[in-house]
């Protein structure tokens, strides 16, 4: 980790609002216009740049010669007005390289803390949700639901009772998908996703492009995300259904190291851990180290922490310390920050994989985006 992150991560460790770092970012915006279609098998991106090249010259040739032969007769001016919109046309079929969804990652890492009002200065925990609750409607045995179609942005998706608050996060996504728009919805939110965790100073996380727009018939039944105030057996049945076992149900449960409840979303109020904009193993050792009391309170059944009554636990998250399954694994991740972010990154990955269909990926290896930090220093 270079000097500039460490420091970082130690003062976002202090204090919940610590003043967020504002990052000189320029992400110059890509001129190129792609389809969200996934580009056919035989793409290759080294075509894609030769494509663009000549694109980019035909057009700019044909903008100077109708510039150069104003007083030339109008035939001639309409022929180069053709070839510059066959150019563009051509320009429109490009398949997207790593370098354009990089740029992608840089232009919403450049976003994250535009408002140091909003809760704890960033909003890498509400994209983080987002990218979540877009995958974790996948259903293994109808293979519907999942990252696949974005269907949150249909009602009444967007109106399920657990997706309340994420029209913030949907917004944000916005200003980055007027800047980028051939990127499809659901390569974007998980790719938000991917940037949350790795500019929290979490793991890397390997992710593919390749997701579809979907309609609104996609959207799937309410209740296919986890409902907080449950125990075990609920867990098991919502993550078991998406494909997933005790040891990743855990592995996932460590993001709440990330972000905070808020009393008017799901109705719970607090934050985990003691730096909800870095992401760590602190979830599980607070889980561990802490005495869990019941809140005394007029809001639904959560637990607070006993020494300083701030940090909260939900039902679903104190049980990890209760069930003999859950309990072995969140021990080891309570242990040892490394399994943590070995076995989330994986578990991770794969959540925001579900239900898309192998033969859409743009490429058959997962691409590992860089972070800001690691552009910065070189
Ligand atoms: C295990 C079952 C889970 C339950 C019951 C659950 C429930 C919740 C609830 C009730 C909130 C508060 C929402 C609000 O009031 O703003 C929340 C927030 C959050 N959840 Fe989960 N969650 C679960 C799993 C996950 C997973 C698997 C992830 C990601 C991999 C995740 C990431 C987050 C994040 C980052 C926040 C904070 C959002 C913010 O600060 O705006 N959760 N979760």
């Excluded at 979830?283 to 180290?289: A, D, I, S």
Aim: proline content about 5%.
């Amino acid at each position: 980790m270079s000097f500039v992150a460490a420091l970082r991560v130690s003062t976002r460790r202090v204090a919940f609002n610590a003043t967020p770092r504002v990052r000189a970012n320029p992400v110059r915006s890509a001129f190129r216009k792609y389809s969200t279609t996934p580009p056919p098998p035989e793409a290759k991106s080294s075509n894609t740049a030769l494509f663009v090249g000549v694109g980019v010259a035909a057009l700019t040739g044909a903008g100077y010669y109708v510039y150069a032969s104003s007083s030339d007769s109008a035939r001639e001016a309409s022929t180069a007005l053709k070839s510059a919109a066959q150019a563009g046309k051509a320009v429109t079929k490009l398949v997207p390289t790593k370098d354009d969804y990089q740029k992608v990652y840089n232009k919403i890492a450049s976003i994250l803390e535009d408002d140091s009002d909003y809760d704890d200065g960033s909003y890498a925990p509400v994209l983080l949700r987002l990218a979540w609750h877009s995958s974790g409607t996948y259903d293994k045995d109808t293979k519907t639901g999942g990252s696949n179609y974005a269907t949150m942005r249909f009602e009444p998706e967007a109106l399920h009772g657990a997706n309340n608050g994420l029209n913030i996060a949907r917004n944000i996504m916005e200003k980055v998908k007027a800047e980028f728009d051939w990127i499809s919805y659901g390569d974007l939110w998980t790719l938000a996703g991917v940037c949350a965790i790795q500019e929290m100073a979490g793991p890397k996380i390997p992710w593919r492009a390749g997701r579809i727009d979907g309609f609104a018939k996609d959207v799937t039944p309410d209740g296919r995300l986890p409902d907080a105030t449950q125990g075990a057996d609920h867990l098991r049945n919502i993550f078991y259904r998406m494909g997933f076992n005790d040891q990743e149900i855990v592995a996932l449960s460590g993001a709440h190291a990330l972000g905070r409840c808020h009393t008017d979303r799901s109705g719970f109020e607090g934050p985990w851990t003691f730096s909800p904009i870095t992401f760590t193993n602190d979830y599980f050792t607070l889980l561990f180290n802490e005495k869990w009391v019941w809140r005394k309170w007029s809001g639904p059944k959560q637990l607070a922490d006993k020494k300083t009554g701030t940090l909260m636990m939900l039902p679903t998250d104190y049980v990890l310390t209760q069930d003999k399954s859950f309990k072995k694994f969140a021990k080891a991740y309570a242990d040892s920050q490394d399994v943590f972010f070995k076995d989330f990154s994986a578990a991770f990955s794969k959540l925001l994989e579900l239900g898309v269909p192998e033969s859409q990926w743009v490429s058959s290896e997962p691409w590992t985006m860089k972070t800001m930090d690691e552009q910065e220093s070189k």
